[in-house]
């Protein structure tokens, strides 16, 4: 079955530190989303590419995060400086459109300490 | 915009019995509707969703949902839990019209006993 992948699976990283975390997404699928899950939030949407282009970032802090799309083979979440409320798991998501679904990636766990 | 309201944050059940998960949306213009399962350290898998026609719809592992338009619900059931389905299961809604993102309830935690 085609996956999803993210690198890392685990993260602990110190408050200050710059964070990188990586998806690739299944080969053909031209939407990629990446969410944030936490206890007290839920899933949030922090960022939506649609054929690379970021349609929709408002969901993410401006300040110290941002997502980008190199290549259609990589999507990249990166936190700069992090912050011990930055802890939560880091979810990629990929599909063609909205009704067939998307698959997700098993996730980042970043603990900023 | 949509919004989804999962009623249960928890429904404790024992195995081989029936299991409701509550599904509730908001919306002003058409969606689809899907139910993911969470299981522990583990990303979303799809369970089933309802795009259009028939107002039940069938997944994998035994569960399956019923659109109701009127009450704006989209209800999972299985007759018959195992153990194995003790996991968090998520609600979400999508508009279906031009570039439409994915909506999550707050997750509903199944905890099957024995």
């Known amino acids: 079955d085609a996956r999803v992948t993210q690198t890392p699976r685990h993260k602990v990283t110190e408050m200050g530190q710059e964070v990188t975390m990586r998806c690739q997404p299944i080969?053909?699928?031209?939407?990629v989303f990446w969410y944030r899950q936490t206890m007290m939030q839920g899933l949030e949407l922090l960022a939506y590419?649609?054929?690379?282009?970021?349609?929709?970032d408002s969901g993410m802090p401006k300040d110290r995060f941002s997502a980008e799309m190199p290549d259609a083979t990589l999507a990249t979440l990166k936190i700069q400086p992090s912050e011990p409320r930055d802890s939560a798991v880091y979810f990629c998501?990929?599909?063609?459109?909205?009704?067939?679904?998307?698959?997700f990636g098993s996730g980042t766990r970043l603990t900023v300490v | 915009a949509q919004s989804v309201t999962q009623l249960d944050s928890q429904v404790p059940v024992f195995e081989e019995a029936p299991v409701e998960l509550r599904c509730n949306y908001s919306?002003?213009?058409?969606?689809?509707l899907f139910w993911y399962v969470q299981y522990p350290n583990q990303g979303l898998q799809l369970l089933l969703k309802?795009?259009?026609?028939?107002?039940l719809v069938k997944g994998i592992n035994g569960f399956e949902a019923e659109f109701n338009k009127s009450q704006t619900s989209f209800h999972l059931r299985k007759p018959s839990v195992h153990i194995s389905d003790t996991a968090e299961y998520f609600c979400?809604?999508?508009?279906?019209?031009?570039?439409?993102?994915?909506?999550f309830g707050k997750g509903t935690m199944l905890l099957v006993s024995p």
């Open positions: 998501a990929s599909g063609p459109e909205a009704h067939y679904g998307y698959t």
């Open positions: 080969l053909g699928h031209n939407t």
């Open positions: 590419f649609r054929n690379r282009a970021p349609l929709d």
């Open positions: 919306s002003s213009v058409s969606v689809y």
């Open positions: 309802y795009l259009s026609g028939s107002t």
């Open positions: 979400a809604v999508s508009g279906q019209k031009g570039y439409s993102t994915l909506t």
